[in-house]
């Protein structure tokens, strides 16, 4: 099926969530001459939203839905379920009217973070480069696209599950560890979503997956994919990363998707020496393994993006001794499956309403102290290490969970242990 303009033009379209995709949907869309109706699970002044008991009696031709928003669980959700082949994103709306190179991330961890290493690349090598999906803009909100634009997209397991029509050059996988169970039901489902993006891709286009993942791997072997398959192995070095000087990519997380990265890099043919010099620049983005504070005695790193414990696992193998902030609301059949060795003197201090639920799972591996919430939890540490004395303190907020308990997003909560902390150590709190 050939996917153009003419299938998003003078058409019946329904838009479901008025987010910043939904939002961006609802303007482009509005360009095209199309009949639109919108509905938000939330009231919004001055907008006026079609009727529940409306929709029986209309008859889309599309249905445009947030990703955020769970079809088993929002307010349409037998309308949905009873038109599901209509569902589709804003993604898909973007392929039809735009082929431009397009290089989709996706994965369990990191995906952010790769995003933007990569974006920074192909802007230090001067060209017009887009940072869209999960982070930077959506994507139908770009302006002045010119066919030599490239589109770098975070995509979720929701987008890509929810997506019909949407292909993309370049798909990578950087890993898959159990996520979002919560909404896709099994971890078989939220695997099938993340390959969804494999899966549509055609021939002529290439796959980035991490061979060395066990999920991914297994996946690779047992189905055929009309792209061509790079197999990189993530727990090697290579010619470009013994250059790598920058301490960011230290970490076991974030060694491996450098070299998922460098492998685009190659692949796209641009300049190494000039990609090399752009990682070793590279600081990293608030919240996600930033070292925030550090002099001879003490370290800091606020990962507050970390909401599970593979995420957290991955930071905790490159320190022997730590002191792990933990604490939120844990995700659903969710294990801690980093072995002992690697964390013998390692402590657990955990706060909020779950910590007895992060108790029961770590107290086997290392020791735990358990607390109200974030506030006491510090007043505690900094008074334990007058006690313990050692010689260098290494902090890692990295919680392993949802913030939802507490705070708006992880950005909201990264922010108030940046705050906490600023007040710990005396005002001289140096942001990096």
């Not at 998707?257 to 300049?271: A, Q």
Request: some cysteine.
């Amino acid at each position: 099926m050939i996917i153009n303009k003419s299938f998003f033009f003078k058409k019946k379209i329904l838009i479901y969530g008025l987010g910043k995709s939904g939002i961006s949907a609802l303007k482009f869309l509005k360009s095209k001459k199309n009949k639109l109706y919108i509905f938000d699970d939330k009231k919004f002044p001055k907008k006026k939203f079609i009727k529940i008991n409306e929709l029986n009696n209309q008859e889309f031709d599309y249905i445009v839905i947030s990703p955020g928003i769970d079809i088993k669980k929002c307010k349409l959700n037998f309308f949905i379920k009873k038109n599901i082949s209509k569902v589709i994103t804003d993604l898909d709306i973007f392929y039809a009217f735009y082929k431009n190179p397009t290089i989709t991330i996706t994965g369990t961890n990191g995906k952010s973070t790769s995003a933007k290493i990569l974006f920074e690349i192909l802007k230090d090598q001067k060209k017009d480069v887009r940072l869209v999906g999960n982070i930077g803009n959506p994507i139908l909100s770009e302006k002045k696209i010119k066919k030599s634009s490239i589109f770098v997209i975070e995509a979720s397991s929701y987008q890509l599950e929810y997506s019909k029509f949407f292909k993309t050059k370049h798909g990578v996988i950087l890993n898959i560890t159990p996520d979002h169970i919560e909404r896709h039901g099994t971890f078989k489902n939220y695997i099938n979503a993340k390959f969804n993006l494999i899966k549509n891709q055609s021939k002529g286009t290439f796959s980035f997956l991490n061979f060395d993942d066990k999920n991914i791997r297994r996946k690779i072997i047992s189905n055929k994919y009309k792209s061509k398959i790079i197999k990189i192995r993530t727990k090697t070095i290579n010619d470009v990363s013994l250059k790598i000087k920058n301490e960011y990519f230290k970490t076991d997380g974030n060694y491996e998707n450098l070299l998922m990265i460098i492998e685009i890099v190659k692949k796209l043919k641009l300049n190494i020496q000039k990609s090399i010099n752009t990682l070793n620049e590279f600081k990293g983005l608030k919240y996600r393994q930033q070292i925030i504070f550090s002099n001879q005695n003490l370290k800091i790193i606020n990962d507050s993006k970390s909401t599970s414990y593979a995420s957290s696992e991955s930071l905790l193998k490159n320190f022997k001794k730590a002191y792990w902030i933990i604490g939120g609301i844990p995700k659903k059949n969710d294990r801690f499956s980093l072995s002992k060795k690697y964390i013998k003197e390692t402590r657990a201090y955990i706060y909020g309403n779950y910590s007895k639920v992060f108790q029961k799972e770590l107290n086997k591996k290392l020791k735990t102290k358990t607390f109200l919430n974030l506030k006491v939890l510090l007043n505690t540490m900094f008074s334990d290490f007058k006690k313990y004395k050692d010689d260098k303190y290494i902090i890692l907020f990295s919680p392993a969970a949802a913030s939802f308990d507490e705070f708006k997003n992880f950005e909201e909560r990264g922010e108030y242990f940046n705050q906490l902390i600023k007040n710990k150590v005396n005002g001289k709190f140096n942001f990096k």
